[in-house]
């Protein structure tokens, strides 16, 4: 058991790392403006207010749009009620250090509602549908804010060959989520 927390304790530092790394570089890039991405006085780019629909489902839509270029891809999954313009500060700095992609969740922006009720499943299972849809390369690395911080989670537990590695995930004052029976649980 001590071996297991070792081991644990040794991922959460390397998460730690690389989420400060890249909060860093996200905050020195802020300021500067992305070239060859036209931004609203909003400061968000025009293409992300438009509607960009990849069919999934049985017809289902859900919007997507992809801006940059590298690798890892970034995947902002927002937080509750959000949609793709919440991203709006972070989305010229980010997508200068690599290519990123945003979505509207089932029912949220221009997506079309949800077919069935709504859970880490079936919001897991949008994204990996979505991603397939559009030919969106991995390895990818979700960022999420809140209820997005669960789903990201959620997605790399779900899908582990497709994120970048254990630390591929970055939690936007997310929601404190605790497992019973883990190393780290605490009442």
Same mark, same amino acid.
């Given at each position: 058991?001590?071996?297991?927390?070792?081991?644990?304790?040794?991922?959460?530092?390397?998460?730690?790392?690389?989420?400060?790394?890249?909060?860093?570089?996200?905050?020195?890039?802020? *300021?500067?403006?992305? =070239?060859?991405?036209?931004?609203?006085? &909003?400061?968000?780019?025009? #293409?992300? @207010?438009?509607?960009? !629909?990849?069919?999934?489902?049985?017809?289902?839509?859900?919007?997507?749009?992809?801006?940059?270029?590298?690798?890892?891809?970034?995947?902002?999954?927002?937080?509750?009620?959000?949609?793709?313009?919440?991203?709006?500060?972070?989305?010229?700095?980010?997508?200068?250090?690599?290519?990123?992609?945003?979505?509207?969740?089932?029912?949220? *922006?221009?997506?079309? =509602?949800?077919?069935?009720?709504?859970? &880490?499943?079936?919001?897991? #299972?949008? @994204?990996?549908?979505? !991603?397939?849809?559009?030919?969106?390369?991995?390895?990818?690395?979700?960022?999420?804010?809140?209820?997005?911080?669960?789903?990201?989670?959620?997605?790399?537990?779900?899908?582990?060959?497709?994120?970048?590695?254990?630390?591929?995930?970055?939690?936007?004052?997310?929601?404190?989520?605790?497992?019973?029976?883990?190393?780290?649980?605490?009442?």
């Amino acid at each position: 058991m001590q071996h297991y927390a070792r081991r644990a304790r040794s991922r959460i530092g390397i998460r730690l790392s690389l989420m400060s790394s890249l909060a860093v570089c996200v905050m020195l890039l802020a *300021g500067r403006e992305a =070239p060859a991405s036209p931004v609203t006085q &909003a400061g968000i780019n025009p #293409d992300l @207010l438009r509607p960009h !629909l990849v069919a999934i489902d049985g017809g289902r839509r859900l919007n997507l749009h992809c801006l940059g270029s590298g690798s890892p891809t970034i995947i902002f999954e927002q937080g509750g009620e959000g949609f793709i313009s919440n991203w709006a500060k972070v989305q010229p700095a980010a997508t200068m250090l690599t290519r990123t992609c945003f979505y509207d969740r089932a029912g949220f *922006g221009y997506s079309d =509602p949800p077919n069935k009720p709504v859970t &880490a499943l079936s919001v897991t #299972d949008d @994204l990996h549908a979505l !991603l397939r849809k559009a030919k969106v390369k991995g390895p990818f690395v979700l960022v999420g804010h809140s209820i997005g911080g669960f789903y990201a989670t959620m997605y790399t537990d779900r899908f582990p060959g497709e994120v970048a590695d254990l630390s591929s995930w970055i939690l936007a004052s997310a929601v404190r989520i605790q497992v019973q029976g883990s190393p780290f649980w605490t009442r």
